[in-house]
């Protein structure tokens, strides 16, 4: 392949949706600090992040196509990080029952031989539905979604917390929305269609 890609994740959740593509890549998990600086609006934050993410491709690789992804749950102008514990993710849900949750994703594709970057950002809003104390333990205690921006997993059960999703790709709310990644891969001549094995 004149391009080999790059994702710069550790993520198991986009290395299988970048699977889709039926395309060979490499991974590494890039080491950034991803701390927001103050004041810092989530849009900026995803876009910086995942610009850092595909650039430290660098220290790894010395030419390919690096794929940077960053993800933010926004609710009332705030940015919302992940629950880490189950005590979190209920209070999380509680809050999200009967609400609209925004969640911006920043993609940037990174060429490391040419140094160039084309960075964008994909919103994805989730509607909740209005949910129970017991429905919300009961289901964090059966998918344990405490790693999960939002305090839940949209790929498996967390899909019955909502009531609607709005958005261009349902694959940006698992954090790598895969039909502008295509666009973006065009744009640096990679056609993930004509380069099937």
Request: hydrophobic share 40%.
């Amino acid at each position: 392949m004149k391009h080999p890609l790059i994702l710069a994740s550790s993520s198991p959740f986009r290395q299988s949706l970048l699977q889709k593509f039926n395309l060979p890549f490499s991974t590494f998990s890039p080491d950034i600090d991803e701390t927001a600086i103050p004041n810092e609006p989530p849009e900026q934050l995803v876009k910086r992040l995942s610009e850092r993410k595909a650039r430290a491709a660098c220290d790894h690789f010395v030419k390919g196509l690096a794929i940077g992804s960053d993800q933010v749950a926004v609710f009332d102008g705030q940015i919302l990080g992940k629950p880490h514990n189950k005590e979190n993710a209920i209070k999380q849900l509680s809050l999200f029952s009967g609400q609209t949750v925004t969640f911006l994703t920043g993609l940037c594709v990174y060429d490391i031989a040419s140094d160039k970057a084309k960075t964008l950002i994909e919103p994805f809003e989730v509607v909740f539905r209005t949910l129970t104390i017991e429905q919300i333990e009961a289901y964090c205690d059966a998918e344990q979604p405490y790693n999960c921006a939002g305090s839940f997993k949209s790929e498996g059960l967390g899909i019955c917390l909502f009531e609607k999703l709005n958005g261009d790709d349902p694959n940006s709310l698992i954090g790598l929305p895969l039909i502008k990644l295509s666009q973006l891969l065009a744009e640096f001549n990679l056609d993930i269609l004509a380069a099937q094995p």
